[in-house]
């Protein structure tokens, strides 16, 4: 029986034959990996454009400083992890969201440039340790299924800040205001996706008096010798396996290990039908 027959040999006709394609090719996206295609485009939201070039005004980051000397780690295979176990049992959850409640809180306007960047990426890296913290025992940050629509996957499009009133997303953090307004390659090393193919989390937070020198260190091949070489033929995912000299995978095997939740503790795993920490709404992330 060719796939265009129906049991009982009535051929299907051509509209029903696409239906059935595009819902293959959804369901199938629904368990294929967030390939780079797949991420918006930069799109500038006119609102963020403005600064004050004279300002000399500094943001607080020293909590968000705190947080990574404790838990950040580094291990012998060269990857940079997040104890996110040890970080969860220490109460750094609470810590985290009185810092994003203090910077969300910022007149990000009134800062310079040099400053907003630093702010911006510091608060996309928090939210996103927040995020996998706030959901963890957890194996992939994909699994955190907090978009918005049937299929999404991850947690990206969720709104989990709030800023100067306006209700943002990872990716609006990322894509309509990092990437549009300073158009400098260097943010995808930068900004952090707490999965072992994406670049290692910076160890401390970025600042806007050293930010040209440590956007220079993370693109410099002590933060891309493991990965960020080759991005896999098919849709551009990064590909792991030459991280740590393993031996070559399949594109999907490969794809699924790049996303693995980058953390420097083992992982509690759950019994299966039970759900991986508990349910978090697709809420800005403020204090408990």
Known sequence: MSATDQPNGAAIPP??????????????????????????????????????????????????????AAHHRRG???????????????????ALRRYLDAVQATDV?????????????????????ATVLDRYPVES?????????????GPWGAKVARVGGEVLSLDDIEHRILRPIWRDARIQYAVNCAALGCPDLQPRAFRAASLEATLDTRRGP???IRAR???????GWWCPQSITGSPPISAMAASARSWRISRASPSRRWPRGLP??????????TGA
């Open 76 to 94: 012998a295979d060269g990857i940079a992890r997040f104890a996110y176990a040890e970080a969860k049992e220490a109460g750094a959850l609470a």
């Open 276 to 285: 991986a920490g508990r349910a978090m709404t697709a809420t800005p992330m």
């Open 109 to 129: 306007d009134a800062l310079a440039r040099p400053e907003q960047m630093a702010y911006w990426i510091n608060l996309y890296n928090a939210l996103t340790v």
């Open 222 to 224: 002590s933060s891309t």
């Open 15 to 68: 509209s029903r034959r696409a239906l059935l394609g595009a819902a293959i090719g959804l369901g199938l996206a629904g368990i294929a990996p967030r390939p780079a295609a797949a991420a918006p485009r930069a799109e500038l939201w006119p609102r963020w454009q403005r600064h004050d070039a004279a300002s000399t005004r500094r943001v607080d980051h020293t909590p968000w400083d705190a947080i990574l």
């Open 141 to 153: 940050i994909r699994d955190i299924r907090t978009s918005p629509g049937l299929f999404a996957i």
């Open 229 to 235: 070489r080759a991005s896999m033929a098919a849709g």
